[in-house]
Structures are given as C-alpha cells and as structure tokens.
C-alpha cells in the first residue's frame, strides 16, 4: 500500500530511493518512497483479490 497515494499494488522493484508497485489489474507500474509503503492488512488483501476477481469476470462476459 503506497500510503501517500492510497493505491494498493504488488511490489516489484525494492531499492534504497524507491520502492516500485505494480496494480493488481496490470496497469502500469508507480513509484512510492520506501516510508510510504506499507503491507496490506488482511482486509485490504481481500478487497484487492474481489476487485480482481471482479474485473476478470467482466472481461470475459
């Protein structure tokens, strides 16, 4: 959870300047300062795995 833009994304590159999320619907990939990223809880992980699960079932209608 990028904590200073709200958005929630698996981690994909980890260094001392930056930490790089990617969306969990493929979009494109941000970068968040280290302090500014936290693990999601475990409410949060359910709400982005039922989005997920969401966008994919409209995809395939």
């Not at 994304?9 to 969306?23: A, D, E, F, H, K």
């Not at 968040?32 to 699960?53: D, F, G, I, Y």
Request: charged share 25%; proline share 7%; aromatic share 6%.
């Amino acid at each position: 959870m990028d904590q200073q833009t709200g958005r929630m994304g698996i981690v994909q590159i980890v260094t001392s300047r930056y930490v790089q999320l990617r969306p969990f619907d493929h979009g494109d990939p941000w970068d968040a300062p280290p302090v500014a990223v936290r693990k999601l809880t475990a409410r949060e992980q359910l709400s982005a795995r039922v989005a997920v699960a969401n966008t994919v079932g409209r995809r395939f209608r």
